[in-house]
């Protein structure tokens, strides 16, 4: 099963940046699908950013704020980052790892992904 386990998230203010890790490790499957999610109370988790098939994804509400990319896998490890620049108040959420993309659903639908991190908090203060 692959584990995944999120750091970088904390407490900034509007406009600044932050970087975002995941780690997924124990996997071995060729897609190297990854994606990072958004969670507030409340509400469903939100899709943000994906990558698969060496393409790269973003909802409307972070494009050309936030960029992902991964790194070459070794030893079935791959690591997922989420560069976050100009931050806004509405940013704030748990912030969850997703990798393993089931089938062919759409990579912005939590139920089309097969293992999760436990996530990483990010607050922007206004």
């Known amino acids: 099963q692959v584990q995944i386990e999120e750091t970088g998230g904390g407490t900034v203010q509007a406009g600044e940046s932050l970087r975002l890790s995941c780690t997924a490790s124990?996997?071995?499957?060729?897609?190297?699908?990854m994606a990072w999610f958004r969670q507030v109370p409340g509400k469903e988790r939100e899709g943000v950013a994906s990558i698969y098939t060496g393409i790269t994804y973003y909802s409307q509400s972070v494009m050309g704020r936030f960029a992902v990319s991964r790194n070459n896998p070794a030893n079935g490890v791959y690591v997922l980052y989420l560069d976050m620049r100009n931050v806004q108040p509405e940013d704030t959420a748990v912030y969850y790892c997703?990798?393993?993309?089931?089938?062919?659903?759409?990579?912005?639908?939590?139920?089309?992904?097969?293992?999760w991190g436990q996530g990483t908090q990010v607050t922007v203060s206004s």
């Open positions: 997703a990798a393993v993309l089931i089938g062919t659903g759409s990579w912005d639908s939590a139920n089309h992904w097969c293992s």
């Open positions: 124990r996997y071995t499957y060729t897609s190297g699908s």
